[in-house]
């Protein structure tokens, strides 16, 4: 299983580790993680990296 770690790009801070799905919303981008709870953060994906299992995150 392939889980990601997601970061703010402005101060690279962790914003959700276990991530399992990742939804876009209009302008928001829905994270769920192993355990099944969701965030929602305003912003864009700016970045995936699938072999790191990193995802960069540009919250507005």
Known sequence: MCLATVYKESDNSVIF???SRIDVDGEYVV???IMGD???VEGR??????A????KICCD
């Open 17 to 19: 580790k276990n991530v």
């Open 31 to 33: 994270l769920r993680d």
């Open 38 to 40: 969701e965030r929602r």
């Open 45 to 50: 994906i700016l970045m995936v990296d699938l």
């Open 52 to 55: 790191n299992s990193i995802v």
